[in-house]
């Protein structure tokens, strides 16, 4: 889609409350608008909305969390941007009053649907029914390779050097191959955030082979661990007996490549049960040895550190 010219702007930044596509539809949709006007997306209450003299409000009130409608009601008072003005792109409706203030207050309301604008329209001449585009974003089919490699559960900052060691060794197969990588499951906005900056490093260093899954179900995770030539999954020391992800790939028969320390547990034996990426000099790609690997991986998980053996530890039985 061909972005408008600079004079057909009539915003210059898009504010949205949620800034993370990946954890909201309204961001997401914010974002796409911002990139088509190539205006920057400002979060609601940052410092630097104040420099925008015609900021676009898209906001969903009913998904905003109590302490940040009080924020947003003190900030309608001091004044929005750096006119103190303000279109406004609803989402939804609610019955709070700061709807009424934030419709009052308004230069344009744009409604997302006819609902919205049947209800909100006789309150002020300023509406304009419009609607919400598609925000499916793909580059196309996933890529594809003769190596594939999933790995999940980053929610956190990706370990850099072990990914880079872990590009130079698929580079040396010679192969073609793809990275799938999941979400797996967060449980905060920081989270999310960290996962997001992750995706984009990963991205980047394996040159666009990263094919983003999203948030996947135990039974798809599952479906992919089989399918998968290897999971990688990588930690600030070595893999822990805790580590419910790589415990949870060798469970599935994965061919698990990870970093191994002094307290890792010493069931894990690298070229036997997994893969140290310390260690390893050359990708194993011979169907015997990897079945060899997958088997033996399935059988530590289970028997040493399946249910049954942690309940029998647990009522002291031998």
Sequence with gaps: MQKPEK???????????????????????NHILADLWGVPVVQLFAPELRQYAAPLLSIKLND???????????????????????????HATTDLPLEQRLLAGASAIFCGDAHMFARLSPFSHKCQLVWAPATLQSRGDFVQGTIRLFTFGMAHKIKAERYVRLKELLDQTRQSYAIYLSTAIHESDRMIDSFTESHRELDELFEGRVNFMGYLSDQALVHYLKQSTFFASFFDQGVRSNNT??????????????????????????GENLIDIQQCTQLPLDAERLQNICHNARRCSSETFGWQALERRLRGMT
């Design 245 to 270: 992800s790589v415990m949870s790939a060798m469970q599935c028969g994965a061919v698990v490549i990870t970093n191994l320390d002094a307290y890792s547990p010493p069931e894990f034996v690298h």
């Design 64 to 90: 905003m969390p109590g302490h940040a409608l009080t924020r947003l009601h003190e900030l309608l008072n001091r004044g929005v941007g750096s006119a103190g003005r303000y279109a406004l792109f609803l």
């Design 7 to 29: 004079e057909e702007r009539a915003y210059d930044c898009v504010v949205g409350y949620y800034l993370n596509p990946l954890s909201s539809g309204v961001a997401k949709f």
